[in-house]
Nanobody, 115 residues
Framework: QVQLVESGGGLVQAGGSLRLSCAASRSIFNLKFMGWYRQAPGKQRELVATITSGGTTNYADSVKGRFTISRDNAKNTVYLQVNSLEPEDTAVYYC?????????WGQGTQVTVSS
C-alpha cells in the first residue's frame, strides 16, 4: 500500500499562484506515469498534467503555459506549480501515481480562485 499526501491548495485571487505537492510513502524513482487531475463541482474529473520517468511532460490545453508539473525523486514528491490562476481553475486537485501493481490517488486538495 502506498500513501499519498497532498498539500498546497487554498483560496487565491485571480492571477495568483500556488504550488501543489503530492508526497508518496514509496519511491517514485522508476514510476513511468505521474499525473495531476482536477474535478470541479458538477463536472467530470479531467487530466491536467502528466510527467514520465524520463521527465517528459504533457498538459491540458486549458493550462498550457500556466501550470508546470515536476518531480523530485529524492523527496518522493510530485509538484504542480499553478500560475495565472483563473476562476475556472477552481476545483479539487488530485495526484495519481501508477505503480507496477496498482494506481494510487491522493486525497485531493481544494483550489479556489476568486475573481
Amino acid at each position: 500500500q502506498v500513501q499519498l499526501v497532498e498539500s498546497g491548495g487554498g483560496l487565491v485571487q485571480a492571477g495568483g499562484s500556488l504550488r501543489l505537492s503530492c508526497a508518496a510513502s514509496r519511491s517514485i524513482f522508476n514510476l513511468k506515469f505521474m499525473g495531476w487531475y482536477r474535478q470541479a463541482p458538477g463536472k467530470q474529473r479531467e487530466l491536467v498534467a502528466t510527467i514520465t520517468s524520463g521527465g517528459t511532460t504533457n498538459y491540458a490545453d486549458s493550462v498550457k503555459g500556466r501550470f508546470t508539473i515536476s518531480r523530485d525523486n529524492a523527496k518522493n514528491t510530485v509538484y504542480l506549480q499553478v500560475n495565472s490562476l483563473e476562476p475556472e481553475d477552481t476545483a479539487v486537485y488530485y495526484c495519481n501515481l501508477r505503480y507496477p501493481l496498482a494506481d494510487y490517488w491522493g486525497q485531493g486538495t481544494q483550489v479556489t480562485v476568486s475573481s
